[in-house]
Every structure is written in C-alpha cells, then in structure tokens.
C-alpha cells in the first residue's frame, strides 16, 4: 500500500507555516532512492491547532507535532523505521504516543461531521468520492422527498446554528408549501469570539457541506441556493467554491444532478463581518442586498424568506450531518447523544486550558469529560471557575455543574445555550463583572439597533457594568441590571437581543459575590479591574533587578541601588507589566 503523508492545512497550521512543510516534502521526496515515493496530501484541520503544523503518516497512522521543515529528513528516513520521538505527543503521563487514538486530546472524540476533515485533500474532488462522498445524495434522488424528510426526522437532527430547532420539521414545513421558487440556503457567517468550527468544515471538507446542501434542496423542492459565508474565511471561501465547481463539472450540481431530472444551482454570497447577520431575516437581507436587519417573524421564512419565497436556511454543520444520515441510516445517528439532542457537536475549547482546539463529541458529554479529560484542565495549576457555552450571548456554567451534560434542553435550563459551538473555559484569575461587561459591550456594538429593547436595553446595561467594575455601583443597581434583562430577553425583536442577556443574568445567578464584593467592598476578587486593584512589591522578595523598572509604561516604579523598588500609586495605571514581569513573584495585587 502506498503511504501517505498527510500535512494540515488549515488555517491555523498555515499561520504556523505548514505551506513551507509541504514544500520541503515535496523537496525531499524527489531525493528518495525507492520504488515508491509517498504521496503529500494537504488536509484540513485536524483540530489540535495549539499543536500544529501536524503530520500524519497512513496507513501507519503516526502522527508528529509541530514540524518543522528542518523535521522533514528525519520523517521521511523513519518510513519504514521507528516513529521519530522527538516529535510525537506526550500524554498526560509524558509517555509518546504515536496514533491520535492513544492522544487524550482524540480519545473521546466521535466524528461525523469532521470524518473526512484532516484525512482528504479538502480541493480534490476524488478524494471526496473515495471517502464515500456523493453516495447519500446518490441514495436521496432515489427517493421520494418526503421518504428524505422523514429519514431527516428520525435521526433526531437539531439545528447546529444555535436555535436547536429540529432539522426535519422545517424542512417539513417549507416542503409543504407549494411555490414556483423555493431557496436553499448554509448560513457559513460565525461570529462568535473564539469560534472556528465552521470554518474549519468549510476549509476540510466543503463537499460534504454542499451535498447537505443539494439533499435539502431536493428535499423541499428547491432549484438554487445560497451559501452566506464570512468575507474574513479566505480558505474556506475558496475551497467552497472549488467544491462547487468541481461538483457542477462532474453532475453533481447543475441540471439534470446524475440523470434524476433534478436541477440545482447555488452560488457564494460574502458576508461584511456583521454579528447579526448570524440571525436568519437579516442573513436574507443581505443577500437581497439590503442592510443586515432581522425582521419580526410572525411570517416565517419557511412561508416568506428570501425574496419573499419559502426558504430554508441551514447551518454549515447541519447540512455536513445530512450526507451521513442519508448513507448511514437515521438510526444510527439517533444511537448517539441523548434523548432530546442526537448525534454529535462540533466545539471549539479555548482559553484557560491546557488542551485548546476543536473537538467533535457526542451529545450528552459533560463539561468536566470536555475541560479536564480532553482539555488537560486547567494550566498552571491554577483553579476552574466557569465555562461559557454559546458565544457572547451564552451563559456561564460555574464549577458546581461541571458534570452538566451537554445538550440543548440541559444548557438552557442553567441559563446557557448551546450557540454555535464555543466554549470559553476561566480559571480563577477571570473577573465575571468584567467578563460580562465585555460581552455586553460586544453585542451592543453588533446590535443592529432596529428594536428599541436591544439598542437601548444592552447600552444601558453595559453603562451599569461599567460604573459597577470602576467602583461605582450600587446595591440597587443587580435589581436594575436584573429587570434590564428581562425586558431584553423578553421583546426583543431577534435572537442577538433576546440572548444578549445571558452573560448577565448567569454572571448574577452563579457569582453574585463577586458583583457584591465590587459595590459594597469596592475591590475586584480576581485581581482584574484596574479602578479597584493596586500594584504593591514585597520588599522580602525584591532582587533590586530592575525589570519592572524597564517594562512600566509610565515610570511608576522608583528605587535606589540594592533597595527594594517602590510603585507610586498615583501614577500606577495597573497595566500588569510589572506582575508579570517579575521573575521572583515579588509583586502582588491587592
């Protein structure tokens, strides 16, 4: 069997270099003195981007981390030899593994919709075909709609977007409806700080997002279709676009899709960047080429979306489950997850954690499986104190529900939500007042400003955060905050404001102390918000070294030879340098 040399490409390894990996292989392989040279694959991400640029030898299923171009010599002379050590992953116990499946970070993992992410050339369409692409929509045009939208059903697919909303019922819906024009469409703008998952499908595997595409589209008796993807995703944009052309040329998109009599067509829309184009009526506007305002839904887009016509509108990793639904069998991914929330997730774990990257598990999972056995826990043996779940407008989840599972209907009932897919775990030194003032201050300047409650409602939280974080609230101010939130939640006209409160009201459930500790004791328990700390050093543990000296911005920070420095509080602007400077922890916040 040839081998294979898989080299990740996505856009993390890529900003790590990995192109110039790929050139020194092809470089190297051309010096080989065998019968057989490797072949060079350029994949997508395999998600453990910390890590990257990862190479990956099959059938042997060896995987190295962080190559470097100067490894190329080495891995290529241990084909057919021992795995080169030094670039394997150490686990937990420091022992190398050679395969992913021996790597915690793996081990859990259930993939579905990341199959074939990291494992084909995400630009060749053969690649696809031979990992089994197209044979779910071979099977689907073989059947009758409704029999597609049934099977649809009863895997149990909710929307992988954030609504949660069952996959198969709206398709239902807009099937149903009778019109001379339908529209399919993927909604490819993610948003969410922290968030990469659908990037990462587009850029590892476009074709399987775009069969999901051509299944529902025949589904509901759509002829053209929209994918609405993010203007800042550059390779996801351009390997899509390949995908759609290389699909047209082979039948698989176009007229008469493999002889069925079914035509299909869709084009690429770019998204400007606008948080609230997430949103399903303003991702319509945009493309009808208005300003990106979500509409009041007592219509719904099944009955009169884009263009006025019936519409569907799919998440990126909803249409890349329908394929293997349709190949595999709606029982078998009804099997996993939980009762009310089927099949897998993909998230992005980032933040305070020793493991970061992205990870596809199934349903039902808890937080503490996510943060300590994939993640590693928390780095520097420093404590866990919250996760948010779902973007800027998820909730968090403190330690006492770390063994939360993770579903749709478990999340919301703590205050949280699924979202997208990100999670942001914190450890101890995070500040929940100062956190939910960020968020709030980022949804506010993404709020489209339509509806008087989310214009007004999140500006006049976030001016409370604010006064409350520099030491200036009042007690009566968590009442204010909390009647503020509920009114938002409550007649907002989309889901950015009817969620945008989350951060808050979970903040104010969970950690309620620390909001209490900023008015009444007038400091920060974190350490975190610059109007409530100050910056002392230990006269015991000063090394007379000067660093701090050096790195302060403002020249706070005086001293004598062999003297312990001292910080002039009334020009200390608490950047932090200092602290984190000194080698011999000899500064402290107070």
Same mark, same amino acid.
């Given at each position: 069997?040839?081998?294979?040399i898989?080299?990740?490409?996505?856009?993390?390894?890529?900003?790590?270099?990995?192109?110039?990996?790929?050139?020194?292989?092809?470089?190297e392989?051309?010096?080989?003195?065998?019968n057989?040279?490797?072949?060079?694959?350029?994949?997508?991400? +395999?998600?453990?981007?910390?890590?990257?640029?990862?190479?990956?030898?099959?059938?042997?299923?060896?995987?190295?981390?962080k190559?470097q171009?100067?490894?190329?010599s080495?891995?290529?002379?241990?084909?057919?030899?021992?795995?080169?050590?030094?670039?394997?992953?150490?686990?937990?116990?420091?022992?190398?593994?050679?395969s992913k499946?021996?790597?915690?970070?793996?081990?859990l993992?259930?993939?579905?919709?990341?199959?074939n992410?990291?494992?084909?050339?995400?630009?060749?369409?053969n690649?696809y075909?031979?990992?089994?692409?197209?044979?779910g929509?071979?099977?689907?045009?073989?059947?009758?709609?409704?029999?597609?939208?049934?099977?649809?059903?009863?895997?149990?697919?909710?929307?992988?977007?954030?609504g @949660?909303?069952?996959?198969?019922?709206?398709?239902?819906?807009?099937?149903?409806?009778?019109?001379?024009?339908?529209?399919?469409?993927?909604?490819?703008?993610?948003?969410d700080?922290?968030?990469?998952?659908?990037?990462?499908?587009?850029?590892?595997?476009?074709?399987?997002?775009?069969?999901?595409?051509? $299944?529902?589209?025949?589904?509901?008796?759509?002829?053209y279709?929209?994918?609405?993807?993010?203007?800042?995703?550059?390779?996801?944009?351009?390997?899509?676009?390949?995908?759609?052309?290389?699909a047209?040329a082979?039948?698989?998109?176009?007229?008469?899709?493999l002889?069925?009599g079914?035509?299909?067509s869709?084009?690429?829309?770019? @998204?400007?960047?606008?948080?609230v184009?997430?949103?399903?009526?303003?991702?319509?506007?945009? $493309?009808?080429?208005?300003?990106?305002?979500?509409?009041? #839904?007592?219509?719904?887009?099944?009955?009169?979306?884009?263009?006025?016509?019936?519409?569907?509108?799919s998440?990126?990793?909803?249409?890349?489950n329908?394929?293997?639904?349709?190949?595999?069998?709606?029982?078998?991914?009804?099997?996993?997850?939980?009762?009310?929330?089927?099949?897998?997730?993909?998230?992005?774990?980032?933040? +305070?954690?020793?493991?970061?990257?992205?990870?596809?598990?199934?349903?039902?999972?808890?937080?503490?499986q996510?943060?300590?056995?994939?993640?590693?826990?928390?780095?520097?043996? #420093?404590?866990?104190?919250?996760?948010q779940?779902?973007?800027?407008s998820?909730g968090?989840?403190p330690?006492?529900?770390?063994?939360?599972?993770i579903?749709?209907?478990?999340?919301k009932e703590?205050?949280? $939500?699924?979202?997208?897919?990100?999670?942001?775990?914190?450890?101890?030194?995070?500040?929940?007042?100062?956190?939910?003032?960020?968020?709030?201050?980022?949804?506010?300047?993404e709020s489209?400003?339509k509806?008087?409650?989310c214009r007004?409602?999140?500006?006049?939280?976030?001016?409370?955060?604010?006064?409350?974080?520099e030491?200036?609230?009042?007690?009566?101010?968590?009442?204010?905050?909390e009647?503020?939130?509920?009114?938002?939640?409550?007649?907002?006209l989309?889901e950015?404001? #009817?969620?945008?409160p989350?951060?808050?009201?979970?903040?104010?459930?969970?950690?309620?102390?620390?909001y209490?500790?900023?008015?009444?004791?007038?400091?920060?328990?974190?350490?975190?918000?610059?109007?409530?700390?100050?910056?002392?050093?230990?006269?015991?543990?000063?090394?007379?070294?000067?660093?701090?000296?050096?790195?302060?911005?403002?020249?706070?920070?005086?001293?004598?030879?062999k003297?312990p420095?001292?910080? +002039?509080q009334?020009?200390?602007?608490?950047?932090?340098?200092?602290?984190?400077?000194?080698?011999?922890?000899?500064?402290?916040?107070?």
């Amino acid at each position: 069997m040839t081998k294979k040399i898989l080299v990740c490409c996505g856009t993390g390894c890529l900003a790590n270099g990995s192109q110039a990996l790929v050139d020194q292989f092809y470089l190297e392989t051309k010096k080989l003195d065998v019968n057989i040279i490797p072949q060079i694959k350029e994949t997508g991400c +395999n998600g453990f981007c910390e890590n990257g640029p990862m190479v990956t030898i099959v059938p042997a299923h060896i995987t190295y981390y962080k190559v470097q171009p100067k490894d190329v010599s080495d891995i290529l002379e241990s084909l057919d030899k021992e795995p080169v050590t030094r670039l394997l992953y150490k686990d937990d116990s420091g022992k190398p593994v050679t395969s992913k499946e021996e790597n915690p970070f793996y081990a859990l993992q259930h993939k579905i919709v990341l199959r074939n992410t990291g494992v084909i050339d995400p630009s060749c369409f053969n690649d696809y075909l031979e990992a089994g692409g197209y044979v779910g929509l071979t099977k689907a045009l073989a059947m009758e709609p409704i029999k597609i939208i049934e099977e649809v059903e009863k895997s149990g697919l909710r929307g992988r977007g954030g609504g @949660g909303f069952s996959t198969g019922l709206k398709w239902r819906s807009c099937h149903e409806i009778t019109g001379e024009f339908k529209y399919m469409l993927c909604n490819g703008d993610e948003g969410d700080p922290g968030a990469f998952m659908d990037r990462s499908i587009m850029e590892g595997d476009p074709h399987s997002v775009l069969e999901g595409l051509i $299944i529902g589209a025949y589904a509901i008796g759509s002829h053209y279709g929209f994918l609405y993807i993010r203007d800042e995703y550059g390779l996801a944009l351009k390997h899509m676009q390949k995908a759609i052309d290389d699909a047209k040329a082979n039948g698989y998109l176009g007229n008469n899709i493999l002889g069925s009599g079914f035509n299909f067509s869709c084009e690429i829309v770019r @998204g400007g960047g606008a948080f609230v184009c997430g949103e399903s009526s303003a991702l319509m506007a945009s $493309i009808e080429g208005r300003v990106g305002e979500p509409r009041v #839904k007592y219509i719904r887009s099944v009955e009169k979306g884009l263009f006025d016509s019936p519409t569907v509108l799919s998440n990126v990793e909803s249409l890349a489950n329908i394929p293997y639904i349709m190949t595999n069998g709606a029982e078998n991914f009804a099997s996993i997850g939980t009762k009310g929330s089927k099949g897998t997730k993909v998230f992005s774990l980032v933040g +305070n954690v020793n493991r970061t990257g992205l990870i596809e598990v199934p349903m039902g999972i808890t937080l503490r499986q996510l943060i300590f056995q994939i993640g590693g826990g928390i780095p520097n043996g #420093k404590k866990f104190k919250a996760a948010q779940t779902g973007g800027p407008s998820g909730g968090c989840i403190p330690e006492e529900l770390l063994d939360l599972e993770i579903d749709f209907d478990s999340l919301k009932e703590k205050g949280s $939500i699924m979202g997208s897919g990100g999670i942001i775990v914190m450890d101890e030194n995070t500040c929940m007042v100062e956190l939910a003032r960020y968020y709030m201050k980022f949804l506010t300047e993404e709020s489209c400003g339509k509806c008087t409650p989310c214009r007004e409602g999140l500006r006049a939280m976030l001016d409370i955060l604010t006064r409350i974080c520099e030491g200036k609230g009042e007690l009566s101010d968590l009442d204010l905050l909390e009647e503020l939130a509920y009114v938002t939640s409550e007649a907002s006209l989309c889901e950015l404001g #009817k969620t945008a409160p989350n951060p808050v009201l979970s903040s104010l459930k969970y950690f309620r102390d620390e909001y209490l500790a900023h008015i009444v004791d007038k400091r920060c328990p974190a350490g975190v918000c610059p109007k409530l700390i100050k910056y002392e050093i230990i006269p015991d543990k000063c090394k007379f070294c000067g660093l701090c000296v050096k790195v302060c911005p403002v020249e706070a920070i005086t001293g004598k030879p062999k003297t312990p420095y001292i910080i +002039n509080q009334n020009k200390c602007i608490r950047c932090g340098n200092c602290k984190s400077t000194c080698a011999f922890e000899a500064i402290y916040v107070e």
